[in-house]
């Protein structure tokens, strides 16, 4: 290791759907944070690790800060709040194309409490059409916080994200690298399957079913007969029968290619064949229940 190795946390917040997660997972080249059109679909602080041969920065991609309406929406505010007094330096992404609302002014007032720096990136910028009610926007952000940095990118196409890169890399101290350099995240790759199988129903499923999926990764075992198949069982957790009965489609088409897409993709993750069991159940109102979020794998103190 060199001796002026650099190295620290950043956090990564923002409204929900503003990319964040697109941007995580085009930092590191590889998915590690699931990507939906509907907002919302990043549950827990997922830890996404870039190793050059002088620095090592961890990123904290946080959910999209919202006003709750259940306790799963309480537990994704404080998982982002508690991320802001741990970290060296805080990504605030914005949508370029979105006007400066009362969403931005909450998150703001969050960042007005804690003393580290704060980056606002303008996400998105190959949508603009209008630069003058961009720069308009740019005011109004700027004029209601001091931010260290601002930057203009497209976490899509990666325009610009080299100088985010850069201006992150010239606030951070000399420091350890806290994970071996070819680690990619700290999430299990349990995690990440389960993940992925809920980004494939997002994409899938109609707009009543996305926030009341889960899913949970009972089994991933080498086949007896075959110990290069990998058996993979895995449960979709719904709030209501209407919901499971979409999920699994008429004649069970809808599992089916669910299953498909998921299994596409953990393929490529894992390197290796695998067989995918998936199963769809009820646990009514599980999103408001605190023995359930335990059990489904949230944090233990919601």
């Given amino acids: 290791m060199e001796k002026d190795f650099k190295s620290g946390f950043v956090a990564i917040i923002g409204r929900p759907n503003v990319g ?35 620095e ?11 006003k709750p309406l259940h306790g799963l929406g309480e537990f994704m505010n404080k998982e982002a709040f508690v991320t802001l007094r741990d970290v060296e330096i805080i990504l605030y992404l914005v949508s370029a194309n979105l006007p400066f609302g009362r969403g931005d002014e909450f998150v703001i007032s969050l960042l007005k409490k804690v003393d580290t720096p704060v980056f606002l990136v303008f996400n998105k910028i190959d949508l603009i059409k209008d630069k003058g009610a961009l720069m308009e926007n740019v005011v109004k952000f700027t004029e209601s916080f001091d931010f260290s940095e601002v930057f203009y990118i ?19 101290e000399p420091g350890p690298m806290y994970y071996p350099k070819n680690q990619k995240s700290n999430y299990p790759e349990k995690f990440i399957v389960g993940e992925i199988i809920r980004e494939k129903v997002l994409t899938l499923t109609a707009e009543e079913v996305p926030h009341s999926v889960a899913v949970v990764i009972e089994a991933m075992e080498a086949d007896d007969e075959n110990p290069e198949l990998l058996n993979i069982r895995a449960v979709i957790y719904v709030e209501r029968p209407s919901q499971k009965k979409i999920i699994i489609g008429s004649g ?16 490529m993750l894992l390197g290796q064949k695998i067989f995918l069991d998936l199963w769809v159940k009820v646990e009514k109102d599980w999103r408001n229940k605190q023995n359930v979020l335990r059990r489904l794998g949230y944090i233990a103190e919601i």
Avoid: W
């Avoid at 897409?261 to 953990?266: G, H, S, T």
């Fill in 20 to 54: 964040k997660s697109t941007f995580l997972n085009y930092v590191l080249g590889e998915k590690i944070s699931i990507i939906s059109q509907k907002p919302q679909t990043t549950r827990n602080r997922i830890q996404g690790i870039y190793t050059s041969e002088s």
């Fill in 56 to 66: 090592q920065i961890i990123f904290i991609d946080t959910p999209g800060i919202h």
């Fill in 154 to 172: 497209s976490a899509l196409t990666g325009e610009n994200t080299e100088k985010v890169m850069n201006g992150i890399i010239s606030y951070l």
């Fill in 252 to 267: 069970g088409k809808m599992i089916k290619k669910i299953g498909t897409l998921a299994r596409q993709e953990i393929v």
